[in-house]
């Protein structure tokens, strides 16, 4: 017997609907790229989202059709995160960290038909400009200017009447957005939004026991637009009518630190390379900003050391969250707060379940798959991470040789090699490509990493696998150490030493003024085993 409710389409207009009926007072900030802020209120920005809607169909943009983006986080960008998907067109961000060999591969396979990009990214776009089929380019610019032979963005809304915009109606199942990931594994494959997915994502993110985001809120995703959809937040934010900050293209942690105090920020998400540089900052200048009002700082992307969680919170009172999630997943997956039962823990137990990845949102499920099948829900044994969900990717986008990644039970091979402890809570341990294989036994890289950043003395560190004659392969840290400050190889081998068994700790340790970044900001492991591929530690055993 079937239930008998409305059948109700969950679409992006919804969203949009419910801000302009309650949230027109709002405010949206830009940091613009002279450093200047920009502010208008949601009633701005369904305005314009809905002339972005207009101006697009006046260019031919039909349902369907990809509109790429090609732009840092501001207040345009956000009305393309809603104008485009709302007239049935697919929302594109590109991510403009990427080589241009990849974008020219990307655009081309996406087959975007518009491309909107940020004047001052002009000379970006230009290295592949040349490559690409799209039929229109317009320019982002706050005095409206764009070179010829664009079009420009501002002058294109300016003749759109917002009224004519009529809601197509859409499908919840529809296609609303685009990612493709960054490609550190193989070519850059395309995810494939829904409306649907990414409704139900934002509610999972606005949900209590989650990220909790709410209207009283002042959100600033670091996380950039053209990564991930900025982990939803936007979507999310808007939902909610949370005021929402965006630094445009300015992440160091001076601006960033400048944006929270300013505009009394609440929560704020990034990667955690973000964090270890503004948590030096702190601790150069603790207590020059008044960060008062901030409950959240979501690191995910990668692992969210142990000691920059507590130092967060121990030297300037901020909570960090940590999170995981891919762009496959929309991207949150599990969140690390602490069940009631864990309260009365000691504070050490509670920081380790904190700098887990966390238990699943609601409506995600999760298994590791062992050598032998699932593994047990044991804290120990290690598996690959699959996961289910209505807000998880079911296919890539005309990939077909990627089937691989999903199992015959319809469930998504993450790459991520984890634990999963009795009381739900996963723990990354490695992507399968980055596990160090010693005699036969598994070494977590991420395990070793978050011990080095522990250290006093260490910015940031990376462990890799270095070719081994008679342990097949061995761990070889990669560190930075914090400016004015010393440590030695046998010190940093002690530290670990304290910490791990014996055949964990690297015999070497190499020191290097910085560790290269992928184009989401994360560690590059690959460059780094490309450089020390032919290794040989210095005291070697
Ligand atoms: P990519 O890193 O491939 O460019 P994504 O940004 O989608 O693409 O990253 C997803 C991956 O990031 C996950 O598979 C996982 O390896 C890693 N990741 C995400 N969040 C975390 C986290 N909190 N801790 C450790 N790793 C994480």
Redesign the pocket.
Known sequence: MKGSMMDYQLTLSSIVKRAEALFGAKEIITRLPDRSFHRYTYTDFTRRAKKLAVALAKLGVRPGDRVATFCWSHHQHLEAYFGVPMMGAVLHTLNLRLHPDDLTYIVNHAEDRVLLVDKVLLPLFARFQDRIKVEHVVVIDEAGEAPEGTLSYEVLLDDADENAFQAPDLDENDAAAMCY?????GRPKGVLYSHRAIVLHSLASAMAGSLAIQESDVVLPVVPMF??NAWGMPFTATMVGATQVFPGPHLDPVSLLEDYQQEQVTVTAGVPTIWLGLLQTLDKKPGTYDLSRMRALI??????PEGMIRGFQERHGLTVV???????TT?LGTVSLLWSSLESEPEDTRYKYRAK?GVPVPLVEIRARGTDGYVPWDGKTYGELEVRGPWVAGAYYNSPESADRFTEDGWFR???VVTIDPLGYME?QD?TKDLIKSGGEWISS?ALENALMGHPAVAEAAVIAVPDERWQERPLGVVVLKEGQAATVEELRGWLADRFAKWWVPEAIEFVPEIPR???G?FLKSALREKFHNYQPPTAS
Do not use: F, L, N
């Open positions: 990931t960054s490609g550190t594994t990564h991930a690191v995910g992307g990668s692992a969210a940590h999170a995981w999630g891919m762009t496959e991207p990845q993450t790459g991520d990354i992507r991420v992928t184009a989401a994360k």
